[in-house]
């Protein structure tokens, strides 16, 4: 059995209408084809024994036990392994339920489908089911799956801990999605971006785009944030900042035990240690602050209990007791048994994936243990209370008690005072006080440090008392309830006239006043600048754009590539555009069929808003039955007003976009707006490229229903032209020479055929065409290709193409020139098997006045080579202008 391959789904995808983050895995099971589980002697029952909880997958029978039904009927193992591997999820604390498996159109290849919460620990699910299935097979011994089952759920949990979000970033994350925020993951740590564009705020765990620097700075100096707060009159306790051990002592005696000894710029507690009574602890405490700091500080610790008070946004939101991890004595059990015991509770999980961490034994563990003079096989008396942490962290096995309700109002107006001296926007205030339901003047407490980015876990989810939602204050401070976070998004698939669909509709935009950012098979582009290179049509480039801080409206080409691989770039988009679904790439990735190839691009329509349209060709079936997976609203758009289709909107009362006396028409019901004439359009050459009208009638419907004025529309219409600035590779004309060079990118059969169809509408008599097609096609859409250009043209030249990706050169010569010989035309057929060379035989024997189709697959380096030759051939025709006027010249 081998893995082929495995890919990770990030967004909308054709698999599944709700499930976004999906793992695909391709497998060949090899010899398991041949033995499904009731051909395999004692699988059944081993299974069962070292994975009872697959009693609850129910299944295709829906109900519970339905899975082990099926194994015990006869099913295959790719179905088996994605069970496995949801199973092992949710025994890691991951419970996620979808899952899928299908056959593809090789014999004992299946893809199994499964959902994930965390990405890494989805696909190292995957791998260790194969090896499960494996062993179950294989006769390993129940005793030993079991042991690597749970040596398996471990190191799931570690790397879950080791790629999630913390507690408080993830609480944040998930209030925003609440509201219908989106978010983007910036790095592989708690850097985030919420909202898109020009509307983004990002956070850095509690840090957020409000938090003022400068008040950090003071936050992380301790000893400076003292010293401000004491100066306002704020109680703080007596302390001094020190540098060298040396300092020590003398400092200790200033101050008087019990003291603190923490970092100067520390926080979460890190390097701190409390309650220290003699100078040699004093020492040890010292070296570990020096661990995070150059300078230390050193202070009284005042007597009480430990509490947090969270202040956002000026307002005290959250106030809880925080108690270091500890252990109560029964007079019976050993320190260490009743550590075993209090982790058993089982609110207490591995990092943070419950309300309370375990209490891990520790160096530091060990030294307070070792200071009351006991050790682990000690029996802790009765009664006892024994601190194991110096910290009363959550994330280090300690408790909280919410305390939010019990404030006194002179202690909030403490807490928030304190909050804006700093000058946080966010502020976790530490104080120590016998309570906080009197003031601290009364009751001899004070504050002993104000932390930037407080962490949320102890009010989310304390271990006493209530929860308190307190992302959604932050999130009500970012993104006030009126306040937009996203920018609208269009999305351009289909398999031709993508490009200059998105390129067109960016043009429109741009000049309504809009600041656009575009994605196409060209780069990236933000308003005019090209941003990257090369082909740009997945979801990495189309979250470049939704990442850019200046863009406030996205036009994102959408390519079948970026589907399969990571699904959609973004959650959903306002307007969805499909031109049209023809044969392409078709064999490739388990797409065998136009079906498979339109539930592929589908995937675009069906991410339309409920708010939103799909921008639908009506004379296409394939995309036409995607009305049928729209949410939002449906629009449609035609070159002939009178189709079926198109009526049927009409009487509806409906929108479309017409092609209709020459006029690229708005229909609203029986009532047309003509918008402009397709010959004032450059796009369309005067009409003739009935291809390019098709995409302008998508283009106009999209930039229509998103509410662009009509007199925006048609200036966008009328000066956007098919150059090789704003189209580039797409009906590109260029003059070199004495012939009439059109570059396009035209790569597959329906596309060869529109530039053919409006190749023959010119005047020129001659017509040669340099011909080459990518090697992922089909063999008969080669040999198809091959025929099409026969059809057209006098003269091929046929040349290498780029993008072999698994033929050879001479492999794609054979099957095109199959095609050729097909058709009634008998053209001169020429291989060149260099590109350059082909171009340039190709315009150097051109006739004069000949139309040369070169069909550009690296459309940069083609039009760069291009207007090269057209400047060589045009300096030798000056030159020989000049040297016949001098030889005409009479003697003097």
Request: with cysteine.
């Amino acid at each position: 059995m081998n893995i082929l391959e495995i890919r990770t789904l990030r967004g909308p995808n054709y698999w599944s209408g709700y499930w976004k983050k999906l793992i695909i895995m391709r497998l060949d099971i090899g010899e398991y084809e041949e033995m499904p589980t009731n051909k395999m002697d004692g699988f059944y029952g081993r299974m069962v024994e070292v994975l009872p909880s697959l009693q609850t997958h129910g299944c295709s029978y829906q109900e519970p036990g339905g899975f082990l039904k099926r194994v015990d009927e006869g099913t295959w193992a790719g179905h088996v392994i994605e069970h496995f591997a949801l199973e092992l999820q949710t025994l890691a604390g991951m419970d996620t339920g979808y899952g899928r498996t299908r056959e593809t159109g090789e014999k004992g290849v299946y893809n199994a489908v499964f959902s994930y919460q965390e990405e890494e620990v989805g696909r190292f699910a995957g791998r260790e089911s194969v090896q499960l299935f494996l062993d179950l097979a294989e006769g390993k011994t129940v005793e030993e799956i079991k042991e690597s089952i749970a040596k398996t759920v471990q190191r799931m949990r570690e790397i879950r801990e080791d790629v999630r979000f913390g507690p408080s970033t993830g609480s944040l994350v998930d209030e925003a999605v609440s509201r219908d925020i989106p978010f983007i993951r910036l790095n592989d740590q708690s850097l985030v971006q919420l909202g898109y564009g020009v509307h983004q705020k990002r956070i850095q765990a509690t840090t957020t785009a409000n938090t003022n620097m400068i008040a950090v700075d003071i936050a992380a100096n301790k000893h400076a944030t003292k010293k401000l707060l004491g100066d306002m009159g704020v109680p703080v306790p007596k302390g001094f900042r020190i540098r060298e051990e040396e300092e020590l002592e003398s400092t200790l005696s200033a101050v008087g035990f019990p003291v603190v000894i923490k970092p100067l710029d520390g926080n979460h507690g890190k390097g701190a240690t409390v309650g220290i009574n003699s100078l040699e602890d004093a020492k040890i405490a010292f070296a570990k602050a020096k661990e995070y700091s150059r300078w230390i500080i050193v202070e009284k610790l005042l007597i009480g209990s430990d509490f947090r008070a969270l202040v956002i946004n000026n307002r005290l939101i959250a106030v809880a007791e925080r108690i270091p991890a500890n252990v109560i004595g029964d007079g019976k059990k050993t320190i260490e048994q009743l550590i075993e015991k209090t982790n058993a509770d089982p609110r207490r999980g591995y990092g943070h994936e419950k309300v309370l961490t375990r209490i891990e034994i520790d160096g530091q563990t060990m030294r307070l243990i070792r200071a009351k003079h006991y050790e682990l096989d000690s029996v802790l008396p009765k009664g006892e209370v024994l601190d194991l942490k110096t910290t009363a962290n959550i994330s280090t096995g300690g408790t909280a008690i919410d305390r939010t309700d019990e404030v006194h109002p002179e202690n909030v107006f403490l807490f928030e005072r304190i909050a804006k001296i700093i000058g946080l926007d966010v502020a976790g205030v530490d104080i120590i006080a016998t309570n906080v339901s009197e003031p601290l003047r009364e009751s001899g407490g004070g504050i002993i440090e104000v932390n930037a980015a407080p962490g949320f876990r102890m009010h989310l989810s304390p271990s006493e008392g209530i929860g308190r939602n307190v992302a959604e204050n932050v999130i009500d401070m970012l993104f006030p309830r009126s306040a937009p976070s996203r920018i609208p998004i269009f999305a351009i698939t289909g398999t031709n006239g993508k490009t200059t669909t998105t390129r067109l509709i960016a043009h429109v935009l741009k000049g309504s006043g809009c600041t656009v950012g575009f994605t196409t098979t060209d780069g990236t582009y933000i308003q005019n600048q090209k941003i990257t290179d090369g082909d740009n049509t997945g979801p990495v480039s189309a979250q470049l754009v939704l990442k850019d801080p200046t863009v406030d409206v996205a036009v994102l080409e959408t390519a079948r590539g970026g589907i399969i691989r990571s699904g959609l770039g973004f959650d959903y988009c306002d307007i969805g555009i499909v031109t049209n679904i023809t044969a392409d790439h078709l064999g490739m990735k388990d797409i065998n069929t136009l079906s498979d190839l339109a539930r592929v691009k589908s995937v675009v329509p069906r991410a339309v808003s409920k708010k939103g349209y799909a921008v639908l060709n009506a004379e296409d079936p394939h995309v036409f039955k995607m009305r049928e997976l729209v949410d939002g609203y449906c629009v449609y758009f035609s070159m002939d007003e009178n189709h079926p289709n198109i009526e049927r909107q009409a009487r509806r009362g409906r929108i479309s976009c017409v092609y209709e006396n020459g006029y690229v028409t708005i229909l609203k019901g029986k009532w047309k707006v003509r918008i402009e004439k397709a010959v004032n359009i450059p796009l369309t050459y005067g009409g003739r490229a009935e291809f390019m009208i098709q995409n302008v009638l998508a283009a106009t419907l999209a930039c229509f229903v998103h509410g662009v004025s009509l007199e925006d529309l048609r200036v966008g219409l009328t000066t956007f032209n098919a150059g090789t600035a704003q189209t580039p590779g797409r009906l590109n004309f260029i003059e070199v020479g004495d012939v009439t060079v059109l570059m396009d990118y035209a790569h597959n059969p329906a596309g060869l055929l529109g530039l053919t169809s409006f190749v023959t509408k010119l005047p020129h008599k001659y017509r040669t065409v340099l011909l080459n097609v990518a090697g992922d096609r089909r063999d008969d859409d080669i040999r198809e290709f091959g025929k099409i250009a026969a059809d057209a043209f006098d003269r091929i030249v046929i040349r290498p193409g780029h993008y072999l990706r698994g033929r050879t050169p001479e492999s794609i010569y054979v099957l095109l020139q199959e095609g050729i010989a097909q058709s009634e035309n008998t053209p001169q057929v020429r291989i060149i098997a260099d590109s350059r060379e082909a171009m340039y035989h190709g315009i150097k024997n051109g006739r004069k006045g000949e139309l040369v189709v070169t069909l550009a697959d690296r459309v940069p380096e083609d039009i760069s080579y291009l207007q090269d030759l057209r400047d060589k051939f045009s300096d030798e025709k000056s030159a020989k202008e000049a040297a016949e006027a001098e030889k005409a010249e009479p003697p003097v």
